[in-house]
């Protein structure tokens, strides 16, 4: 059995297990002479810095690490990261892969652009990952993600074009009929965000729909480097190989207007019908995926620099029995709270996720700590949910409940000097932006996390969620990270328990009743 799966003879798909991994013993060793590389303590001298390199090694066995050579982009601005992607899908060459939740049902210049890059090169192949039952929701135009891709299908073939639709397990038989399309995405989810362009990749944590390119704040870098491109692309066929595609319908009025179907791979069980036996196929292919990449893709501590900037992908699938991020994330955090013991309280972190959700181990690791917090979420007003219709509407108001309920918490465990909140809030904008930023030296950040994860309960049960930890190599990196970080403080003010007790004071009852609801589900 491969150790990246767990047990399933007893797992059903809804189960849940606390996490239990435990930080690895081994240390970073420093380059011998016969390396022409700089040593931790010449680093050190000329820079002041902590060796996160050091600090951070356990993080590097037992997953792929990738050493990038070429300078890493920070994109600031979703209009920045509307034009990167168009930039990169016509001046594309061999590939384009786009892993998203959806595509939204008014972006026909995306579809355009895919539509001259195919038509331009020949060879250039397209596959696009998007969740099933969001990218088949329809919109009041009737339009979704699969039928507004589904021409490119028809007119550039199914050999040059795949449209892979990820369905969880966890919805299946009568409850899939029940729930309506609006909240059936709640029981989980593909919520992987990378979009590549040949050997670069932009990373982020930011969908394909307009407000997510206009007026909704999030996280993007763009990577260049061939074999961290590859191991995205690896996993982007992994999850379609158990993925419904999307097929050309039986019925064509024009290349404008094609009906599609769905078509589950014959070797793969329906998600929908046949849960456990899906679960099963797809925890082996995630499994020998991940084996494969460690394989190919580590590297020797004898040979990293401390100007080597390390980049390590984790990817979660509990549902699926896959578990990486969760280890890694509780790795990281013993180690920061190892070296804040050593240092006397000596780190640093900043969190942020589009809701103030976070998961109980999460929130139990905070109150513990000896580092210092801050966490960094949406403001009512800031949060995608605020002027919703239905149940969705009282959702900024639970995320104020349960924010309330934390800093309370904060209060109890005498950790009001060395734990804050601050709300994003920026008149116009929602903020979906999530990731660490850990300061070793209180100066500038020597590791940050960015992708999909919002760090919740939902991340770590119920959806596909893949991150990168960046350990800089270089002072520009460290500085561009940095500034990052102040760019969204920048838009941000604190909050206090008194301050929220007096915003949720009116809340009726009924809607904290909600909570088990909301943090499960949201």
């Not at 992607?85 to 892993?99: D, E, K, N, P, T």
């Not at 029940?178 to 930011?206: C, M, T, V």
């Not at 896959?322 to 640093?348: K, N, V």
Request: glycine residues 6%; aromatic residues 10%; charged residues 20%.
């Amino acid at each position: 059995m491969h150790r990246y799966t767990k047990q399933l003879q007893r797992k059903t798909v809804s189960s849940a297990t606390a996490l239990s991994a435990t930080a690895a013993k081994a240390v970073l060793q420093r380059p011998s002479r016969a390396h022409a590389r700089a040593s931790l303590s010449e680093v050190q001298q000329e820079t002041g810095l902590v060796s996160a390199h050091q600090v951070f090694a356990p993080l590097t066995k037992g997953r792929p690490v990738f050493r990038i050579a070429q300078p890493i982009s920070v994109i600031h601005e979703p209009q920045s990261f509307y034009q990167e992607l168009l930039r990169g899908i016509l001046h594309a060459q061999r590939r384009v892969y786009l892993s998203s939740l959806y595509l939204g049902g008014e972006e026909n210049e995306i579809v355009s652009a895919l539509d001259q890059a195919l038509s331009r090169q020949s060879d250039l192949q397209v596959h696009i990952l998007l969740d099933c039952l969001r990218g088949t929701r329809t919109d009041s135009r009737g339009m979704s993600s699969a039928a507004l891709l589904v021409p490119l299908i028809a007119t550039h073939g199914a050999d040059r074009v795949r449209v892979s639709m990820y369905h969880t397990p966890a919805l299946s038989g009568l409850s899939k009929q029940a729930w309506p399309q609006r909240y059936n995405e709640a029981f989980g989810l593909q919520h992987i965000k990378g979009y590549i362009f040949d050997d670069d990749i932009i990373i982020s944590g930011a969908n394909l729909s307009r407000d997510y390119f206009t007026n909704r704040q999030d996280r993007y870098m763009r990577i260049s480097d061939r074999r961290f491109v590859d191991y995205f692309v690896g996993l982007i066929d992994a999850i379609g190989q158990f993925s419904f595609k999307v097929a050309v319908g039986n019925r064509m009025q024009t290349l404008k207007n094609v009906n599609y179907r769905l078509e589950m791979p014959p070797s793969v069980p329906d998600p929908s019908h046949e849960p456990r036996e899906f679960v099963r196929e797809a925890n082996e292919i995630m499994a020998q995926f991940l084996q494969r990449a460690e394989i190919e893709n580590t590297i020797d501590g004898h040979d990293i620099s401390e100007r080597d900037t390390l980049a390590i992908p984790t990817v979660q699938m509990r549902q699926l029995g896959i578990t990486q991020d969760e280890q890694h994330m509780s790795e990281f955090i013993e180690l920061a709270d190892a070296f804040a013991r050593r240092h006397h309280g000596g780190c640093h972190n900043l969190m942020a996720s589009a809701y103030f959700n976070f998961s109980e181990q999460y929130k139990s690791s905070v109150l513990s700590s000896p580092s210092r917090w801050e966490l960094l979420v949406a403001s009512p007003q800031a949060n995608g949910f605020y002027a919703a219709k239905g149940i969705s509407q009282f959702i900024p108001d639970m995320y104020s409940i349960i924010e309330h309920g934390f800093l309370r918490d904060v209060m109890k465990h005498g950790r009001n000097n060395d734990v804050a909140v601050a709300e994003y809030e920026r008149d116009g904008w929602t903020f979906h932006g999530k990731g660490v930023w850990c300061y070793l030296d209180r100066r500038l950040p020597q590791l940050t996390m960015i992708g999909s994860p919002n760090y919740g309960y939902r991340s770590i049960y119920r959806d596909l969620e893949a991150q990168v930890t960046l350990i800089p190599g270089s002072e520009h990196l460290r500085k561009a990270v940095h500034q990052e970080a102040q760019c969204l403080l920048a838009q941000s003010k604190a909050v206090s328990e008194a301050e929220l007790r007096q915003r949720i004071r009116d809340t009726p009852l009924w809607v904290h009743g909600l909570k088990p609801f909301i943090m499960t589900k949201f």
